[in-house]
């Protein structure tokens, strides 16, 4: 793959995206093909905090037959945390990016690399991005525990922005630990999305996605978008029938080009997501950009115009 050219990665194909029903920018991995089926770790605390009793995982080859057989396609990736757990994640992203690859025609993967691996961490991602064709990579700043503007992350958007790839950054609340203990040891300070603004600055040719309404901190979050051409964000964790106003508002407007769909899957079901989002007060024009035409240029697929977002005309 050439630097700065993710279409020339081999995967996803997506030929026919404009036949999909929608692009789920967010879905997680938490099961390695070489595991068994079944709840995954704190399954039970996050199906409590979603109400979707206890959350079982899915393995990649699953992941593609789900999102298939509902006409979609998804951006799938695992979380790295070991600077928090000692443990490297399950699975691994070269197993993702691998069988995602062989499920090119509904999946896109994402990588994860904890900032805390360092020089280890940019030569993986290097490989990643150069040699298994991922389209970006997932921070969960609240359980890697740091701040998304520490200059130790640095080297790693270099590598990010090089490739022509996306960083997708954890937001606000979270559910992880949430209801548990000290809320698990989680920091929500780490998660703010102001942190943010300083890497669009100093990256402004890498394209960034905040996750997840910015709960508490969404006027920050929208203000962000706005002012930064290249900052989009993700509908993903929250049903939208709890969406903050003004992010409804600033969705069918100004931001109406840079706000994509999100599940946040398997905590929240696509179809759970979409039932709410259809009593939405937004328009029909509005509608295909958010679940899938601004992800499709984003992710730059085949026939799109891959120029960086800018606020739209309301």
Not at 79 to 87: H, N, P, R, Y
Not at 103 to 117: E, K, N, Q, T, Y
Not at 182 to 207: E, N, Q, W
């Amino acid at each position: 793959m050439s630097a700065g050219s993710p279409q020339d990665a081999g995967a996803p194909s997506l030929q026919q995206w404009q036949d999909l029903a929608a692009i789920d920018v967010h879905v997680h991995v938490h099961r390695s093909v070489k595991d068994d089926a079944g709840p995954v770790e704190s399954g039970e605390q996050m199906g409590e905090y979603f109400g979707i009793g206890t959350m079982h995982g899915y393995a990649v080859p699953e992941l593609a037959a789900y999102y298939r057989e509902r006409r979609m396609a998804a951006v799938v990736f695992t979380v790295d945390s070991i600077s928090a757990t000692g443990d490297e994640p399950v699975p691994g992203n070269r197993e993702i990016a691998e069988l995602a690859a062989e499920h090119a025609d509904v999946l896109l993967p994402f990588a994860s690399i904890d900032p805390a691996r360092g020089a280890a961490g940019v030569r993986e991602a290097r490989i990643l991005a150069r040699d298994y064709g991922v389209r970006g990579f997932k921070f969960h700043p609240g359980v890697q525990r740091f701040f998304p503007d520490d200059r130790t992350a640095y080297p790693l958007y270099e590598v990010i922005e090089e490739f022509g790839l996306i960083s997708l950054f954890h937001t606000g609340q979270t559910g992880v630990g949430a209801g548990s203990r000290g809320g698990g040891g989680v920091r929500l300070k780490y998660s703010h999305p102001l942190a943010i603004d300083d890497v669009a600055a100093d990256f402004p040719d890498m394209d960034i996605i905040m996750a997840h309404p910015s709960f508490p901190w969404q006027d920050e979050a929208l203000s962000i978008a706005l002012h930064k051409p290249r900052v989009y964000i993700d509908l993903s964790g929250w049903s939208p029938k709890y969406f903050p106003p003004q992010l409804v508002q600033y969705a069918d407007t100004l931001l109406k080009h840079k706000v994509l769909f999100g599940s946040d899957f398997p905590v929240i079901t696509p179809e759970r997501w979409m039932e709410a989002f259809d009593q939405l007060p937004l328009r029909d024009s509005v509608r295909p950009l958010i679940l899938r035409e601004n992800a499709a240029r984003l992710l730059q697929l085949p026939g799109t115009v891959t120029e960086p977002g800018s606020p739209s005309t309301p």
